[in-house]
């Protein structure tokens, strides 16, 4: 399955670096930023082939401004023993020096929705690091998108809606790509992002193995505001509008916990160079170490919209 995954390696760790860190389990609790901890960032999901699992080694805020002359290998931890354990399996994964990420195929170890899952980090010279999450429940309500009038010769404005689960507190993150729509199926098979306008100038804080291209922020949406069970939103697709033209929308939907959500907001608003940026906090749900180990589910639905 085709998957749209957020990029974080370094910028992980320079968030990291510049931001003052709250444990989940214990907010009480300050980590010491300045001394050197294990990193573990990891999002596991049913949909995905492989698990994969970042290991890295914190270091000095004040080393933050040399960060583009820190070499990532002396960062990584290629040697740690990984281990992943739920449904009754423990299983340990490898290292991949390619993908510099501890890895499992997903045949060995299947995520399931509802079940919890235990992530243990062993590193000469520090503590055992642990950490657990929850798979959520996913949300397959897509209602078909809709362009309305008020776009431009080269862009159209796009309608969305997702119905929401109810009788509980829910997350979500959204991308979409438009690709235009002959006869004979796609034209040339060319995704372009969607955009939705917030922190769309954040472009380097995402990545689509779609097309290996650069695609602008996703959406990020709670059920605080409907009501009725129906959230509604709007996005700005890019193309050359043509009355007639038929346009095939993918819509992803990831249904994500809070941790993942608020993780991965900051993620997106991150932006160390702009004038009015304030480093945040974020939780780490990590047990001595720094990070979040969270899970979600995906599904991607696609329609062929004619522009009126």
């Not at 290629?78 to 997903?106: F, Q, W």
């Not at 996703?218 to 038929?246: H, M, V």
């Amino acid at each position: 399955m085709k998957n749209i995954q957020l990029f974080y390696g370094v910028l992980c760790i320079a968030l990291i670096c510049s931001s003052s860190c709250e444990k989940e389990v214990d907010l009480s609790d300050r980590l010491d930023i300045y001394g050197e901890k294990i990193v573990v960032f990891g999002f596991i999901s049913p949909q995905e082939d492989t698990i994969k699992i970042n290991v890295s080694k914190s270091f000095n805020r004040a080393d933050q401004l040399g960060l583009e002359d820190t070499l990532l290998d002396d960062l990584l931890v290629k040697d740690a023993k990984v281990t992943i354990e739920g449904n009754g399996l423990r299983k340990e994964l490898s290292y991949n020096p390619v993908r510099k990420k501890y890895m499992l195929p997903g045949t060995e170890f299947p995520i399931k929705e509802g079940q919890m899952y235990t992530l243990e980090v062993i590193v000469d010279g520090f503590q055992k690091v642990t950490a657990e999450t929850t798979i959520p429940s996913m949300n397959t309500t897509i209602l078909e998108p809709k362009f309305f009038s008020g776009g431009t010769y080269q862009t159209e404005n796009v309608f969305f809606q997702i119905g929401d689960i109810p009788d509980q507190e829910n997350y979500y993150i959204v991308f979409a790509t438009d690709t235009y729509e002959t006869s004979d199926g796609p034209s040339d098979g060319t995704e372009r992002a969607i955009s939705f306008g917030i922190n769309s100038d954040m472009l380097d804080n995402f990545y689509s193995e779609i097309s290996d291209e650069i695609y602008p922020s996703p959406k990020f949406l709670t059920d605080k505001r409907s009501p009725d069970g129906i959230i509604d939103f709007y996005g700005k697709a890019l193309f050359t509008r043509n009355e007639g033209q038929k346009m095939r929308i993918k819509t992803y939907l990831y249904t994500v916990d809070k941790l993942y959500y608020d993780f991965h907001k900051l993620l997106s608003e991150y932006n160390p160079n702009h004038p009015f940026y304030e480093p945040s906090n974020f939780r780490s749900n990590v047990t001595n170490g720094i990070g979040v180990f969270s899970g979600y589910q995906l599904f991607e639905q696609s329609n062929v919209v004619v522009v009126q």
